[in-house]
C-alpha cells in the first residue's frame, strides 16, 4: 500500500497548481453534468418565445380594433411594440436565471460537495468568481437567444400594421440588449444570495421577494419616501435599460443598470465575506 501510494504521489508534478481556468472549467463540468440544467435552459427559452408572441399579438389586436381598445394612443408615444413584444419574456425568464444563481452554489452545500471544492481552493474566492462567470454566461446566453427568437416570431405578427424592430431607432439595440444584461444581473445577485443563506428554498424565495413582491408592493405604499425610492428597487432600476430613454425617468437606462449591478455587487461582496470566514 505505501508503495502504491508512494508511485501516486511522484505522478503529481511538484509545480501543480490550481489556475482560475482550471476552476472555471471544474464549474462549468458541474454546471453542466446536472441533466435538466439543459432541460430548463431550453425550456425558459421556449417560454420566452411564447410570451413574446402573445405580446405581438395582443398589440397586433389593439391595432386592429382601435374602437373597443383605444388603439396606440393608450401606449406612451415612445412605446416601440416590436422591441418590447420581442424583450417580454425577460419577465419569466429571470425566474429561472434566479434559481439556477442559487442552486449553483446552495446545491453544492445541500450535498456535501463544496467540502471537496473548498479543499481544492483553499482561497475560496476564486470558488465564487468562477461560478459567478458560469451563471453570467449562461444568462447572457439565454437571454439572448431567447429574445432573437422572440423577435423572430414577433414581427410577422405585427408587420400586417407597418411596425417591425428598426435596430437604426435610438434605444432599440439597447432594448434589446437590455433583457440578456439585466439576466446577468439577475443571476449573480442570486448566487450572492445563495452564498448568504447556503439553502436553496431560502435563496429562492429572497429573489423572489426581492424581484416580484417588493417592485408590486413598494411603490404603492403612502408616504413619499417609498415612491422616491422605488426606482432604486433592483427590478425596477434595471428594468430602466429595456425602457429607453424617459424624460420622466429618475433614472437613465444605464444608471438603473448600474444600480442593479451595485445590488448585484453588495450581494456578492455579503457571500464572499461569509465564504470566507465561515465553515464548509
Known sequence: MTAVAER??????PTARVTFLGELRSEWIKFTAVRST???????????????AISAWSFSFLLSNPEDTGGPGVLPDDFDMAVQAAVA????AQIVVAVLGVMVISGEYATG???????AVPTRLPVLAAKGVV?????????LVGVGLGALVSIP??????VTIDLAREGTLLALLGAPLYLVAVALFALGVGTILRHTAGGIAVAVVIFFVIPLI???LSPDFFQETSPYLPSLAGARLLEGESATAALSPWQGYGVMLGWSALALLGGAVLLRRRDA
Open 8 to 13: 501516486r504521489a511522484t505522478s503529481v508534478p
Open 38 to 52: 439543459p432541460w430548463i435552459l431550453g425550456a425558459t427559452v421556449v417560454v420566452m418565445v411564447g410570451l413574446a
Open 89 to 92: 419574456g425577460y419577465i419569466m
Open 113 to 119: 460537495q463544496i467540502r471537496s471544492t473548498l479543499a
Open 135 to 143: 451563471v453570467s454566461v449562461t444568462a447572457f446566453l439565454t437571454g
Open 157 to 162: 405578427l405585427l408587420s400586417e400594421h407597418d
Open 218 to 220: 413598494w411603490p404603492n
